[in-house]
């Protein structure tokens, strides 16, 4: 089998102020750290249908997000999240790309796939872009595959340096969907506290200090994160793949190497081959220095396609 990996060359025209760190430079990183490696099947991430953003988002926000772009210029939605004419395009098919990605997996046409677009989506809530995010593309693609294709159990683990407050705001009622988020506090959002558990108990944030290394985590999702996944036993495993806690990362004070990634990677791909035949999707969320986000990229998904061989 293969390993799928998403993009759009419409993310593109999704363009932030200048010195923005969510800048379109992202995107040739990725492209830098994908193109020559063997063993991928890159496709085109396609637009989401309306219908798979109110999966998770109401009609009326979806709406304000679209007749909020403008036909030039910028236009903010808060400090950190802008809008330019192609944003939308790019954040349906950021969307879109992950629903694509599930089907494709689901249905047996790879092992595993990496959606390698932007914006990226774990900061936007249920009627709130923040944090560079418009919709919640892991948390869509998590309701995608529970209500459309008939999965009981799905597993979301967000290891971006910040937490994934959309996601979890996203799916605080649904008990179908375990969702873990390690980051740095104190940190951007400002939520993430281990006493918010979701509405079902469902929820497992797990703090990091600034400073801390892969040691920590390491110590962290050995102690904490992989036996809750081998309880829950989803039969998807969904990964915020967020790469701003390397320690070259210019937002935050975590000091992870790009071989804490490899390490990660391989650990959570041991789980889904145990307990969802290696079904793993995983998506673009942060890192914002270009090297390091190149060679993290490359870590993770070089496990991703090792497996899928």
């Known amino acids: 089998m293969t390993t799928l990996w998403y993009s759009a060359e419409a993310g593109r025209g999704h363009v932030n ?14 492209e830098a750290a994908l193109a020559r490696m063997d063993g991928l099947e890159r ?14 988002h109401p009609t009326r926000y979806l709406d304000r997000v679209r007749n909020a772009v403008p036909t030039e210029g910028r236009v903010e939605l808060d400090a950190d999240t802008t809008l330019s004419p192609g944003s939308f ?7 879109g790309g992950m629903v694509a990605a599930i089907d494709a ?30 919709f919640g593309n892991v948390a869509i693609g998590a309701m995608h595959a529970l209500e459309r294709r008939g999965l009981s159990r799905v ?22 969907v375990l969702f873990v988020s390690s980051h740095q506090m104190p940190l951007y959002p ?13 929820v497992m944030n797990l703090p990091l200090p600034p400073g801390s290394d ?5 110590e962290i999702y050995e102690t904490r994160v992989l036996p809750a996944l081998r309880q829950n036993a989803p039969e998807l495993l969904l990964i915020s793949a967020g790469f701003d806690a390397h320690a070259a990362d210019p937002l935050a004070q975590l000091e992870w190497q790009t071989e804490d990634y490899t390490w990660l990677t391989e ?11 290696g079904r793993v999707v995983s998506t673009l969320e942060g890192g914002y220095d270009l090297a390091a986000l190149e060679a993290s990229v490359a870590a993770h998904v070089a496990v991703l396609r090792d497996r899928s061989r």
């Open 214 to 218: 892969g040691v920590l985590m390491r």
């Open 155 to 176: 597993a979301i683990v967000d290891f971006d340096v910040h937490h994934g407050n959309g996601t979890q705001d996203l799916l605080w009622d649904e008990a179908r």
């Open 89 to 95: 395009d790019a954040a349906m098919r950021a969307a």
């Open 105 to 134: 997996v689901l249905d047996g046409a790879a092992r595993n796939a990496f959606v390698g677009c932007r914006p990226p989506g774990h900061h936007a809530e249920v009627e709130t872009a923040m944090g560079f995010c418009l």
């Open 17 to 30: 102020p200048p010195g923005h760190p969510e800048q379109v430079a992202r995107l040739d990183a990725v």
């Open 267 to 277: 650990q959570l791909c041991d789980v889904a081959d145990a307990v969802c035949g």
């Open 43 to 56: 496709r085109e991430a396609p637009v989401a249908a309306e219908g798979d953003i109110t999966l998770c």
């Open 190 to 202: 400002g939520t993430g506290a281990m006493t918010e558990r979701g509405a079902h108990r469902q």
